[in-house]
Nanobody, 127 residues
Framework: QVQLVESGGGSVQVGNSLSLSCRASGGNPNCRGWFRQVPGKEREGVAVTFNRGGIAYYDASVRGRFTSYIYAAENALYLQMDNLQSEDTARYYC??????????????????????WGQGTQVTVSS
């Protein structure tokens, strides 16, 4: 089982940026994702990244504003969030697993099909 620890959450104003990190230990999963959840709603996919080639898939709501990438030297997944909006307010979770290909990894964005999850970090965006 892979252990995941997120960090980097906080409170910012609309239009600002934040960077989240998720460090993995106990394994080197090749497919990692970011998800977010607000109270009373289902957890939704933000982005998934396949380590080979750094191919990433994004939810339409964040495409063009968020960038997800894996930094292999740290065995870490990052999420750079720019031009944050109030609707981005949520608890953000990272997840990890294994995929046979980038396309297979991409299917995990809507399916949320990951065996390992972090505890989450809160992001609050205010106007």
């Amino acid at each position: 089982q892979v252990q995941l620890v997120e960090s980097g959450g906080g409170s910012v104003q609309v239009g600002n940026s934040l960077s989240l990190s998720c460090r993995a230990s106990g394994g080197n999963p090749n497919c990692r994702g970011w998800f977010r959840q607000v109270p009373g709603k289902e957890r939704e996919g933000v982005a998934v990244t396949f380590n080979r080639g750094g191919i990433a898939y994004y939810d339409a709501s964040v495409r063009g504003r968020f960038t997800s990438y894996i930094y292999a030297a740290e065995n870490a997944l990052y999420l750079q969030m720019d031009n944050l909006q109030s609707e981005d307010t949520a608890r953000y979770y990272c997840a990890a697993g294994y995929a046979s290909s980038a396309a297979d990894c991409g299917t995990k964005l809507p399916a949320r099909d990951f065996p390992d999850w972090g505890q989450g970090t809160q992001v609050t965006v205010s106007s």
